[in-house]
Nanobody, 123 residues
Framework: QVQLVESGGGLVQVGGSLRLSCAASGRTTGNFAMGWFRQAPGKEREYVAAINWAGGFTNYAASVKGRFTISRDNAKNTLYLQMTSLKPEDTAVYYC????????????????WGQGTQVTVSS
């Protein structure tokens, strides 16, 4: 199976930047896709971005488009989320996800999940 470990979260001021990483072990080639989701207290898990592992095609939620960039390093089996111009509404636990059925904007589209990393944006 695939194991995912997120890192890079922390406390940042409004307007600042953070880069999240998700290290994957196991088979992530072929039709695999990966994505980022986030969950704030009292809210449902929310889609952030997705990427096709082999081709690098990307998709973003409207709330983060133009501010966040999803990317991957195939050789290192690592997924990234570069976050800029951070806002208080970005505060959440961020989860990476992976699955063999292509890119999806729903949690049901992925089979593997990391434990999450906390991002807190302070005003």
């Amino acid at each position: 199976q695939v194991q995912l470990v997120e890192s890079g979260g922390g406390l940042v001021q409004v307007g600042g930047s953070l880069r999240l990483s998700c290290a994957a072990s196991g088979r992530t080639t072929g039709n695999f896709a990966m994505g980022w989701f986030r969950q704030a207290p009292g809210k449902e898990r929310e889609y952030v971005a997705a990427i096709n592992w082999a081709g690098g095609f990307t998709n973003y939620a409207a709330s983060v488009k133009g501010r966040f960039t999803i990317s991957r390093d195939n050789a290192k089996n690592t997924l990234y989320l570069q976050m800029t111009s951070l806002k208080p509404e970005d505060t959440a636990v961020y989860y990476c996800a992976a699955g063999p059925r292509g890119m999806s904007v729903t949690a049901e589209g992925y089979d593997y999940w990391g434990q999450g990393t906390q991002v807190t944006v302070s005003s």
